[in-house]
């Protein structure tokens, strides 16, 4: 079976720093197009940055220069580093795979099969 787990999640003040990490089991990360989303409480969920399987990658504007994905393929593992944190940054992160679209970068939501179980990301002082 295919199993995403993610980490890192946590409180943190404006101007903070975290690290997301997505570990893989049951699939190698590098052969699919992983996704990290968020769902804030009354939105709906927003990508915010993606990569395909060759490595091209694309962020959300309201992340752009502030968040980095990565990806580890010794470790089965993506990472989303998260700098310059901000309240509205505030949400439930999940990662996500597509072996469907596993070429394209682009964070469309349906095209993404397998889905973590979210981390708390709360940014507030």
């Known amino acids: 079976q295919l199993h995403l787990v993610e980490s890192g999640g946590g409180l943190v003040q404006p101007g903070g720093s975290l690290r997301l990490s997505c570990a893989a089991s049951?699939?190698?990360?590098?052969?699919?197009?992983i996704g990290w989303f968020r769902q804030a409480p009354g939105k709906e969920r927003e990508g915010v940055s993606c990569?395909?399987?060759?490595?091209?990658?694309k962020y959300a504007d309201s992340v752009k220069g502030r968040f980095t994905i990565s990806r580890d393929n010794a470790k089965n593992t993506v990472y989303l580093q998260m700098d310059s944190l901000k309240p509205e940054d505030t949400a439930v992160y999940s990662c996500?795979?597509?072996?469907?679209?596993?070429?394209?970068?682009?964070?469309?939501?349906?095209?993404?099969?397998?889905w973590g179980q979210g981390t708390q990301v709360t940014v507030s002082s």
């Open positions: 996500a795979a597509s072996g469907r679209y596993r070429l394209f970068s682009l964070c469309v939501p349906g095209w993404y099969d397998y």
């Open positions: 049951g699939f190698t990360l590098d052969s699919y197009a």
């Open positions: 990569m395909s399987s060759g490595g091209s990658t």
